[in-house]
């Protein structure tokens, strides 16, 4: 049976065609000819709208729907839900929708839904689907509670919703990066504070030289340090306006062209100088310079300067320096040097002069506790390291002097003194000390030990001398005792009496005076003298002893007067003991020479004798006091060894010299007297004969 097309079917494209050619007779619709005006008057609108539009209809809600709609519910449902009950449709949602089309169907009014989340399986997929939708009731006088279907005019939103919700993520990740951005912005200026304090704690600055641009940008901290001020913290490069040049100490000024050429080599440098501040004062500053950017030919183009006010520093370095150097020189003015050995890597440390004072050089020789032992004379090594160990065991400081052979042969005596440091459990970490020369100290100690001993000889001489003229003393004494009156022997007795007495009285004399000179308490009747009387004095003095021995004298004077300033007891005392060892050091029968000659400044006086002789040993020793030469005709001839002593003394004191020659024992010794000439010429002539 053909049935004509109604109108209200005309048109809609494909879901005009599909509803055109379906079979309605099986659907809960019917044929389209009998749907209601209502139905009607809807599909014609759904029909030919290009706004997605779906309808339910009659009691079991029979779902039509439009082109537009079918995008939205994929191959599932179209083309097969057209004219079945919405039930079956979208059982899969029907908790959703059931009750919002029931509100509209019972005429509870209809229902409007934006961005609505209903997921639906469509093309396979369970998809979340947002629609922006309306149920709206569709009018018909036949159906119950005149309400005839449902009108769904939607709009599916799922994009805009996806994007929407796209928008709100990308908003809240903004927001999340704007806050991390501030948090990391308040961390950098934290940061930055306190990078600042610790520059400022440091008294450190830094800046940054543009050396194309010809600028400077200068930290805050960096013009404090260099007393500078500038608009911006702006300064320039080069010329005279360079703020930075002219804060450079006029003998530093150099260094800036210097660490530009290190700049073209290195990326970083050190830097060290010294600037002056506005206010006059110098800063030491030392840091280190950076490249930051170079130009194609490897050419700086900004650095950037780091430095630290090193002044104090500085001076504490120069302070120490220069204590080093007096350290030093009082080492070296007291001639000592000092150690140190660290004891648990057992390394010596000297210093210059401790090197010196063993004869070492720093270059050839090592300082170990072995080799420092070796250059000890072998005698002294076991008493040093005994003393040391001792002084470390005991906690005491140490002492000790040894005798050292230095490699060049000199041999030399060493004072050395430490003392040691202790750990928290008493075990020693480190000795040190000093190391003197005391070579002198030594000879003169061995002096003042040989003048001991030649004062206890000279005592013991002395005392045998004083005895000595005692006994014929004491024989001539008892002699002239039982002698008669008148007696010739008597004369003998005296003779002798007077002989020994003048002897004795010369040598309590000679102690007195020497006693009087050695605590300078001698004084010189100074007068002017002619040089022939003072010899015919001392003769005088000597002449018993001379023909005693049967010498022969002779006394060769010039003819001309010789004048000089002097006292005459003292300087015939000198000529006397002079002749009187010439007699007493010359075998019986001897000669004895005196001459006397002068220049313009002295007068010399030589007394030469055929003697004994003295050997080249004993020359410089006759002059000290207790200077007698071990010999037994010395001896024998009783010497004390006071005479040439005094002589000497006296002599200095009228600011002259005496000096002994000798060719060897046995070949006779010469004396030589200078004492300065008087300035004024005399015209006095004093004859001298043989015998004074
Ligand atoms: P003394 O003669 O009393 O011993 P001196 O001081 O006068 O003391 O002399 C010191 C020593 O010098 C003498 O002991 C002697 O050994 C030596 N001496 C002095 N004069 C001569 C001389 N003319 N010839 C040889 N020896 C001399």
Excluded at 3 to 9: G, K, N
Excluded at 338 to 365: C, H, K, N, Q, R
Excluded at 429 to 447: L, N, P, S
Aim: hydrophobic share 40%.
């Amino acid at each position: 049976m053909a049935t004509r097309v109604p109108d209200f079917l005309q048109g809609g494209g494909e879901m005009g065609s599909l509803m055109r050619a379906h079979d309605w007779s099986r659907s809960s619709l019917g044929s389209p000819a009998d749907w209601p005006q209502s139905l009607r008057t809807v599909v014609r609108l759904m029909l030919n709208t290009g706004h997605p539009m779906y309808i339910w209809w009659g009691a079991e809600l029979a779902c039509l729907y439009n082109d537009a709609y079918r995008e939205s519910i994929g191959a599932e449902r179209h083309p097969g839900s057209l004219g079945r009950p919405a039930r079956e449709v979208w059982a899969e949602i029907w908790p959703i929708i059931g009750p919002q089309i029931e509100q509209v169907m019972s005429g509870r009014g209809a229902t409007w839904h934006v961005d609505q989340l209903v997921p639906i399986t469509r093309n396979g997929r369970l998809d979340d689907v947002y629609w922006t939708y309306s149920y709206s009731p569709i009018d018909d006088d036949a159906s119950p509670g005149g309400i005839g279907g449902v009108l769904v005019v939607c709009t599916e939103t799922t994009k805009q919703v996806l994007a929407a919700h796209q928008l709100t993520l990308e908003r809240d990740r903004l927001a999340q990066l704007i806050s991390e951005r501030a948090r990391a912005f308040d961390a950098m200026r934290e940061s930055e504070a306190r990078f600042r304090a610790a520059l400022r704690a440091g008294r450190m600055g830094y800046w940054e030289t543009d050396l194309v641009a010809r600028t400077r940008t200068w930290s805050d901290e960096a013009m404090a340090l260099f007393g500078l001020s500038l608009a911006d913290r702006k300064g320039k490069v080069g010329g005279a306006d360079d703020e930075y040049l002219a804060s450079l100490h006029r003998d530093d000024r150099h260094l800036a062209a210097h660490y530009l050429e290190l700049a073209q080599q290195l990326d970083t440098f050190a830097a060290d100088y010294r600037v002056v501040r506005p206010d006059g004062t110098t800063l030491w500053l030392s840091g280190r310079g950076a490249v930051t950017a170079r130009g194609a030919d490897g050419a700086p183009l900004r650095l950037i300067s780091v430095m630290a006010d090193v002044t104090e520093t500085r001076q504490a370095e120069q302070m120490l320096a220069v204590e080093r150097q007096r350290l030093r020189l009082a080492l070296s003015a007291g001639r000592m040097g000092a150690y140190e050995l660290d004891i648990a890597s057992d390394t010596l440390w000297w210093s210059p002069e401790t090197y010196a004072l063993f004869g070492v050089s720093p270059d050839e020789f090592t300082p170990t506790r072995e080799s420092v032992i070796d250059l000890l004379d072998p005698d002294d090594r076991p008493r040093f390291a005994r003393r040391r160990r001792l002084a470390i065991a005991e906690h005491q400081s140490f002492f000790d002097e040894f005798r050292l052979k230095r490699p060049d042969g000199s041999r030399v005596w060493i004072g050395y003194r430490g003392r040691a440091e202790y750990d928290e459990q008493g075990h020693p970490v480190r000795t040190f000390g000093v190391v003197m020369d005391i070579t002198e100290r030594k000879k003169a100690e061995q002096v003042l030990r040989d003048a001991g001993r030649e004062k206890d000889d000279f005592i013991a001489t002395l005392s045998h001398e004083l005895r000595n003229p005692l006994a014929p003393i004491r024989n001539a004494i008892n002699v002239l005792h039982h002698l008669p009156p008148g007696d010739a022997r008597a004369a003998w007795c005296h003779d002798v009496i007077s002989r020994q007495t003048a002897q004795m009285a010369r040598l309590l004399d000679d102690l007195l005076d020497v006693s009087r000179l050695t605590r300078g308490k001698l004084t010189l009747r100074v007068q002017r003298l002619e040089l022939a009387t003072v010899i015919a004095r001392a003769i005088e003095i000597a002449q018993p002893l001379i023909d005693g021995a049967g010498h022969d004298l002779r006394v060769e004077l010039p003819p001309d007067p010789l004048q000089l300033q002097g006292d005459l007891t003292r300087l015939a005392q000198v000529f006397s003991n002079v002749l009187i060892n010439s007699a007493k050091y010359t075998p019986p029968g001897g000669t004895i020479v005196v001459t006397a000659s002068a220049d313009a400044v002295a007068l010399v006086v030589r007394v030469k004798d055929t003697g004994i002789g003295i050997a080249e040993e004993h020359i410089d020793r006759i002059f000290d006091m207790f200077g007698q030469v071990e010999s037994a005709s010395s001896h024998a001839q009783g010497g004390q060894g006071i005479g040439l002593s005094l002589a000497r003394k006296l002599v200095e004191l009228h600011g002259g010299t005496i000096e002994a020659r000798s060719d060897g024992v046995g070949k006779g010794s010469e004396f030589e007297i200078r004492l300065p000439a008087a300035r004024v010429a005399s015209t006095a002539h004093v004859a001298l004969s043989d015998t004074g």
